[in-house]
C-alpha cells in the first residue's frame, strides 16, 4: 500500500517536471519560456485611444482597429483662454436674457492687477471714445460730437453686474452697438474687470440687482 502511493506521488512529481521542462523549452534564446499571466508584471505599450483588447490573442496588424480610451463628450472642450473663447454664449439677445445674465453670469477670471491693467488698454481703445477715460460718459464723441453721454459707472451704473456688462459688450444696447466681432470672449471680461474697478467696487463686493434694474431707462442712453 505504502509502495503503491509512493508510485503515484513518483509520477505526479515527474508530471509536474516534465511539464516544466516541456514548458522551458523554446526555440527564441531571448524568451524567458511560459509565463503565467504575463500581463501582471509585463504591460505593453499602449498608444492613446487604441484599444488593444486581448494583446496575447491579437495580431499586431489589428491592433489598431479600434479606441484605448474614450473620445470627450461631444461639446466639450478643454478649459483654456483659448477654449474660453471658443465656447458659444448661448443667452440670447432679449430684455429676459440681459437679465438672466445679470443674475448667473460670472467672470471665470480672478480680478488681479494684471488683468485690470490689460482691461484698462482695452477699454481705452474701444470704450473711452464715449465713456471717457474714467467713466464718466464725457467722452470725445460727447463732448466733440454732441452725442448724449451713456451714465456714469460711478453713479448710475454703479451697481450694474458684471453679467449684464459681459451681456452689453457682446449684443450691444441702446445707442451702444455689438463689439462681439472686435473682442474675444476673454478680453471682453477684462474689460469688465477695469469697469468693476471705475464703479468703485471691490472684487468680492456683492452685486446690487435691484438698483441697477431702476436705473436701466437711462443704461447706455437707451
Not at 157 to 169: A, N, Q, R, S, Y
Request: proline share 7%; with cysteine; charged share 20%.
Amino acid at each position: 500500500m505504502k509502495l503503491t502511493k509512493s508510485i503515484h506521488i513518483n509520477i505526479a512529481l515527474s508530471a509536474i517536471l516534465a511539464v516544466i521542462t516541456l514548458g522551458s523549452c523554446v526555440r527564441d534564446k531571448q524568451s524567458p519560456g511560459y509565463e503565467y499571466m504575463p500581463d501582471m508584471y509585463r504591460s505593453p505599450a499602449i498608444e492613446a485611444y487604441v484599444d488593444y483588447g486581448e494583446i496575447r490573442d491579437t495580431l499586431r496588424s489589428e491592433l489598431n482597429l479600434t479606441k484605448s480610451a474614450r473620445q470627450p463628450v461631444a461639446g466639450t472642450v478643454p478649459m483654456s483662454e483659448t477654449a474660453l473663447n471658443d465656447l458659444p454664449y448661448t443667452i440670447p439677445n432679449t430684455p429676459e436674457g440681459y437679465v438672466l445674465a445679470g443674475e448667473v453670469l460670472k467672470s471665470p477670471y480672478p480680478q488681479t492687477e494684471e488683468l485690470i491693467a490689460r482691461g484698462a488698454l482695452i477699454f481705452a481703445d474701444f470704450c473711452a471714445q464715449c465713456h471717457g477715460s474714467t467713466g464718466q460718459g464725457d467722452g470725445p464723441v460727447v463732448a466733440v460730437g454732441g452725442h448724449p453721454p451713456p451714465p456714469a459707472f460711478n453713479a448710475a451704473l454703479k451697481d450694474l453686474p458684471e453679467g449684464k456688462m459681459f451681456h452689453t459688450i457682446t449684443y450691444g444696447k441702446g445707442l451702444m452697438g455689438a463689439h462681439a466681432s472686435q473682442l474675444s470672449k476673454s478680453d471682453r471680461w477684462k474689460v469688465v474687470a477695469y469697469v468693476k474697478t471705475l464703479q468703485g467696487n471691490d472684487a468680492d463686493n456683492e452685486q446690487n440687482d435691484a438698483e441697477a434694474d431702476k436705473t436701466e431707462t437711462a443704461e447706455m442712453s437707451n
